[in-house]
């Protein structure tokens, strides 16, 4: 009778245990927290705008996923100092495009570097996160000219801080599309900070116009700065729709002559030979 007692309370004491372990493990993966991956790069558009491209993802059950709709706060980093510039929030894709609307006013530290960082305070399922963004503050001077009949886009690359053009630099030129740009040249900036790129025939444009981008992309000191161009060098585009004429694939109110005397000789056809028939038997019936 002991031993049974004895076994009955040991039994009830793993039991217990049991739970509040199972317990304790489930709202331990519940409150667990992921952490969120912050990605922020600086892209300048010369005559245009300023701003950092945001990617917010996590890494759960070990596939890359999105974080969304997350408020990320924008700051400078300035003489130990932490400055609030603005605020954004992740879309459903998970990023964000902060525009830097006065960036005038922005203060590069004694290196001349411009020091930003996108923060993350964290919320229920996220721990807080942020990153840091360092670039310097970069310019283009970039025109088009005619040699030997041949089109060429030149392009000169200015460190604005320090006044002076930076050498072996990498750049892309490319025509702008719907859809995605068209790469038709790339170079490396020579001592004068300079590149030269043959622009070659035959690329169509509207009314002839080539809207023409120098691009530096993804520096490590810069950035991307993208310098944009309008050229008169392009293929004029010839317009060869038929949309507008009467055809068989044009819309409703362009439909064939042919075919809707066709299509109403039918109908008058069938629709006298009904009223024949009803004569006639409205004929017989008085008949």
Known sequence: MKNFKLTYFIS?????????VCGSHDLNAQTKKNKARVNA???KVIDGESYLNIKASARIDRQTVAVSHIDLTVL???DDEEIEIGKTTTNASGTAKFIIKDFQDLKPDSLGVYNLTVS?????SF????RDVSFRNADFDVNWVV??????VQAKLIDTQLDSVVSEMPLVVRVDRLFRPLKIGEATTDENGEIEVAVEDGIPGIEGNLDLEVVLNESDDYGTVIAKLTAPIGTVIVDESTFDQRTMWSPRGKTPIFLLALTYSFVFIVWGIFLYLFFNLVRIIKS
């Open 12 to 20: 009830l004491f793993v039991g217990i245990l049991i739970i509040v």
């Open 41 to 43: 790069d600086y892209v």
């Open 76 to 78: 400078q980093e300035l």
């Open 120 to 124: 993350f305070a964290g919320n229920d």
């Open 127 to 130: 721990k807080r996160s942020s």
């Open 147 to 152: 040699k030997d009949s041949i089109n060429y």
